[in-house]
């Protein structure tokens, strides 16, 4: 853009309706990335379990979900953005209007201020998807997986599983763990312990965590490999239960309470 148009964009003023048509582009643009995200948390372990699963594996996420999803999002603010600034370019003088808040901003009424902000824009807007596209590869190989002949584990920047046999798992651990941060928030936890190790297997039952019953699999699958006592948690105290059903959402909710009550019948 040369001068003469930065200052005939600068002085420019959209209509109503052409200012109404950019709110909605962003709206729509903020949603899609919003959607996408949440939509990956959850089907992000289903594409996991049909890329790791050899036949009748139990395949967790672990904390792959999250770094998937924020780093989808991520990419979507800059894929996105462009899609729904394309179609709705199609619009007369939409283009102009777009241009306008892009100068509007910078926050300068310098040109040559904000040759060197858009610049920069560029360069940060590269980065963000060099880095976004980077977490989604690698975390795509994050995941845990076991079957009768043992657990099989592929951490963060490592390409080749990591081969337990049961013998070498030295304790199960299961209890609903209250996270204490500016809000307080019930964080179950499935411990598999081994030597050097301990990994968390139920991620705190949030979204992209396994349901009830792949857990309750897991549970039989240890007792049926090894002699192991689970440590467990019996009996829920008053905090646990207040935050268990008043802050708690309903799917959350169904899950911690069918797997300690199958913990409590063995």
């Known amino acids: 853009m040369d001068k003469i148009k930065f200052e005939e964009y600068l002085n420019y003023q959209p209509k109503k309706y052409e200012n109404a048509l950019y709110y909605t582009m962003n709206l729509f643009y903020i949603s899609s990335c919003i959607i996408l995200m949440i939509l990956s948390w959850k089907y992000f372990p289903v594409v996991q379990n049909i890329i790791f699963n050899k036949e009748n594996d139990i395949v967790f996420s672990l904390y792959s979900v999250g770094i998937f999803s924020i780093a989808l999002f991520f990419l979507a603010i800059?894929?996105?953005?462009?899609?729904?600034?394309?179609?709705?370019?199609?619009?007369?003088?939409?283009?102009?209007?777009?241009?306008?808040?892009?100068?509007?901003?910078?926050?300068?009424?310098?040109?040559?201020?904000?040759?060197?902000?858009?610049?920069?824009?560029?360069?940060?807007?590269?980065?963000?998807?060099?880095?976004?596209?980077?977490?989604?590869?690698?975390?795509?190989?994050?995941?845990?997986?076991?079957?009768?002949?043992?657990?099989?584990?592929?951490?963060?920047?490592?390409?080749?599983?990591?081969?337990?046999?049961?013998?070498?798992?030295?304790?199960?651990?299961?209890?609903?763990?209250?996270?204490?941060?500016?809000?307080?928030?019930?964080s179950p936890e499935f411990i598999l312990e081994f030597a050097e190790k301990k990994i968390d297997i139920w991620d705190g039952a949030g979204l992209g965590s396994p349901d009830a019953d792949i857990l309750i699999k897991t549970i039989k699958m240890i007792n049926k490999n090894t002699s192991l006592k689970i440590n467990k948690t019996s009996e829920f105290n008053d905090e646990v239960l207040d935050l268990l059903y008043n802050s708690s959402t309903k799917t959350k909710r169904n899950n911690i309470i069918k797997v300690f009550d199958y913990l409590n019948k063995m």
């Open 78 to 186: 800059v894929v996105n953005y462009f899609i729904f600034y394309k179609i709705f370019s199609l619009i007369k003088d939409f283009k102009r209007t777009v241009i306008y808040y892009d100068i509007l901003g910078s926050k300068t009424r310098d040109y040559n201020i904000y040759l060197k902000k858009d610049k920069a824009s560029i360069i940060f807007i590269i980065v963000l998807i060099v880095l976004s596209l980077f977490f989604i590869l690698t975390s795509m190989f994050v995941h845990l997986r076991m079957n009768d002949t043992g657990i099989y584990y592929n951490k963060m920047f490592n390409f080749k599983e990591q081969y337990y046999s049961w013998s070498e798992l030295k304790s199960v651990s299961i209890y609903p763990k209250i996270s204490r941060g500016k809000n307080k928030n019930l």
